[in-house]
């Protein structure tokens, strides 16, 4: 199938030549050219309008199951909304809960302009079904506790067990488009021997490994007192960091950490959004990039967001970080589109993604510009980054197929997905006596 | 004319009652009842089914026509921005410019919800005029500047002609909703004389004030070294603050300055965008209110943020103070509402404004909440704050009548606008050679 995009605004991402005005051309899932062509004969031709194409967004941290959570419960730090208000609800999700939710989230992500995300959570042979389904990209990690200091057969520990079994069945399903990654949840949630376990068996697997790493003051504090090392050390003391690892937030990272994080190549997946709602802070990414780190863009989970939208974490990644240094170059706006497109498919480990160019994949997205709030632009990575909505984006496409297109999600059957969430949500409303 | 609103989350932002479900009737231009009556025969009855209502959002600060150099100047701080790259093209603006600029800034505000704003520019009887035909409210003031010291004759200055002729014209008009105001625009762009001048002839005419003070640490310093006061204070010393003020930005307020606006109840317009993007900083709004003082919201010219998109600033309110100040509850999301809608009317002195109850004007919004990132959701407030985005605006009353209905823009003619402005913007990139 060839698929040429006439008469667009092309951010190619590409930093020799950032904006491209053009056609790009499609073969399969790979682009064959951007910009002009003569001799490439299209099997199907979409006329962009003179809109913005971009690189589809990578979430690179969310929980997507977490949906089902979204304004559940507001206004609390991270320690009492996580243990005395989420969990509790989250003991009781089913897989079919684990599913909808799961759908409703790749909905929501791709009604966005997200064409892959990288998902942390349980039961997530579920999540890996909803992803396979939406034709979205996903790297999917089952989350790994353990707060039994006396386990003696981590072998037989059912999450690992679920883990391993997630790992089997969906490592490069969907055509290659799903990543099972293996996980541990935080320092604060697991022992040390436990997490040498899982150090040992990442790398047997040779999988990528997900991790939330100094989210919080707090984190750090308790970890220093129980361990005398920052959660950073103690990781690379477990024997962490031989694969390709994306470490969500890192608010607070010393020195010494972010020394381990450049010796390590660990890409850093930044959530703005649910740093500053958890009150737990604002992450110093104007200094990770000027220190050379991959700095990507995440949503986190739509229960500390409360959405799913990369355009409000783009917003911040570029404002945040000038107003709080003082400084309006900190992190500029292209740099924040780079965060939140080629950086996130690196952060993945998805090869040749996040930017327009021959030979990359064909995941982009198409920006309707007939807005008011676009009108008129001069600068069109200043539009995106400081100017668009989600509501925006017309059209997505995933190695070369359209999960959207002018705003109709293609792959999902929203209305069942939509009655399953009331229904959930009616059912923890009723439960809670909210 | 009798209008019924029924089967609405209603958001009343009424303190003894913020949600209530239910209807609302609205006779002319005023609120007969939100709850239930059985005795209320309407006219028109619009089924709400089971979106938010809630007030109109009141855009407390801004420069409308300033959208015709939205995206034209990114990254750089105030002073670069403002001196090197803005002034030089406003200063070619014409009436017509402004006209259209107006009209986009309206248009964009009604397609996200804002039914009132505080409009501080230039030519702005043409501002007047774009207001009093997108039916809209709006507090209009010409900003004076003074850099001439040596200016004898103030009463013949042609700013302050401007001002007293708009004042004139179009104090009242629009059936009452057009507020016109005094305003001086910094104490970095004008003389203690000329600022003396501008307060009594202020008080002369019992307008109200709008000003930008304390945007910069350097506006500070400045004012410090040059007159041994703050902003705050040099603004009083000149004989300020008699009328109702609103004074835009306020990031940096002594303990000294916060009583003076304690004293002479001065509103604040925070502009979080806005005060990111130029790397002024953040406004401790959080402090602001529990001291007392009234905290609006604004979304500043869409030159520096660059839309005028009242929801981003919600988030940012709501989310900001939590994550600087570490405190989940700094500013909670039922009061970044208040700051976007009834303190917003407080500050445009707007009677009976920005709350949902009998006696209250027909100020509306209704937001569709049929969309993924709105589903399911436990809280409207939390869901607004939090989760919606300005595109899931549907509808907007402003005194009874819609201004947009079904996302349909009742009251201008969108294309001429956009006709006007892409060709404004296209000479302007022709001239700058962008």
Redesign the interface.
């Known amino acids: 199938m060839t698929t040429l995009i006439k008469n667009a605004v092309i951010i190619t991402m590409d930093d020799e030549k950032p904006v491209i005005k053009g056609d790009i051309g499609i073969t399969d899932d790979i682009i064959a050219f951007v910009g002009k062509s003569k001799d490439f004969t299209p099997e199907r031709t979409i006329n962009a309008n003179g809109n913005i194409v971009m690189p589809g967004l990578v979430n690179s941290h969310t929980h997507s199951p977490m949906?089902?959570l979204?304004?559940?419960a507001?206004?609390?730090?991270l320690q009492d909304?996580l243990f005395n208000k989420i969990m509790p609800v989250e003991d009781t999700f089913t897989q079919e809960d684990i599913y909808w939710g799961s759908l409703?989230g790749c909905?929501?992500m791709i009604?966005?302009g997200i064409t892959a995300f990288a998902d942390m959570y349980f039961l997530n042979k579920k999540t890996a079904q909803a992803a396979v389904e939406s034709g979205m990209r996903a790297n999917i990690c089952r989350a790994l506790q353990c707060f039994d200091e006396t386990t003696a057969n981590f072998e037989k520990d059912e999450r690992m067990r679920e883990a391993l079994e997630l790992y089997n069945m969906y490592n490069g399903a969907g055509e290659g488009r799903i990543t099972v990654e293996m996980s541990a949840h935080a320092v604060y949630t697991n022992t040390p021997e436990y997490l040498m376990f899982v150090a040992q068996t990442t790398d047997r697997l040779g999988a990528g490994m997900h991790v939330h790493i100094s989210e919080t003051?707090r984190e750090n504090e308790e970890c220093i007192k129980k361990y005398g090392m920052t959660p950073t050390a103690l990781f690379k003391s477990c024997g962490f960091f031989n694969t390709r690892t994306n470490a969500a937030h890192c608010v607070y990272l010393s020195d010494e950490d972010i020394n381990i994080f450049k010796e390590y190549k660990i890409s850093i997946a930044n959530n703005p959004?649910s740093?500053?709602?958890?009150?737990?802070?604002?992450a110093p990414t104007g200094r990770y990039i000027r220190e050379g780190i991959n700095v990507a863009l995440g949503t986190d989970g739509?229960a500390s967001?409360?959405?799913?939208?990369m355009f409000?974490e783009i917003?911040l990644a570029?404002?945040?970080q000038?107003?709080?240094?003082?400084?309006?170059?900190?992190v500029?706006?292209y740099e924040a589109l780079k965060m939140a497109s080629t950086n996130g498919a690196k952060a993945l480990g998805i090869e040749k993604c996040g930017i327009l160019k021959k030979g990359c994949r064909a995941d982009l997205i198409i920006i309707d510009t007939?807005?008011?709030?676009?009108?008129?632009?001069?600068?069109p990575v200043?539009?995106v980054a400081?100017?668009a909505?989600?509501?925006?984006v017309d059209s997505v496409m995933v190695a070369g197929k359209f999960l959207m297109e002018k705003r109709e999600v293609k792959t999902l059957d929203?209305e069942k997905?939509?009655h399953y969430?009331?229904k959930?949500?009616?059912a923890?409303?009723a439960a809670c006596g909210?």
Chains 1, 2 share one sequence.
């Open positions: 949906t089902l979204r304004c559940y507001d206004d609390l730090n909304w409703l909905w929501e009604s966005g003051r959004t740093n500053l709602k958890l009150a737990s802070g604002i739509a967001n409360n959405n799913l939208n409000e917003h570029a404002l945040l000038k107003g709080v240094n003082e400084n309006p170059e900190e500029t706006a007939d807005k008011p709030h676009l009108t008129p632009y001069y600068n200043s539009a400081y100017s909505q989600a509501a925006d929203t997905i939509k969430a009331k959930k949500g009616g923890i409303n909210c």
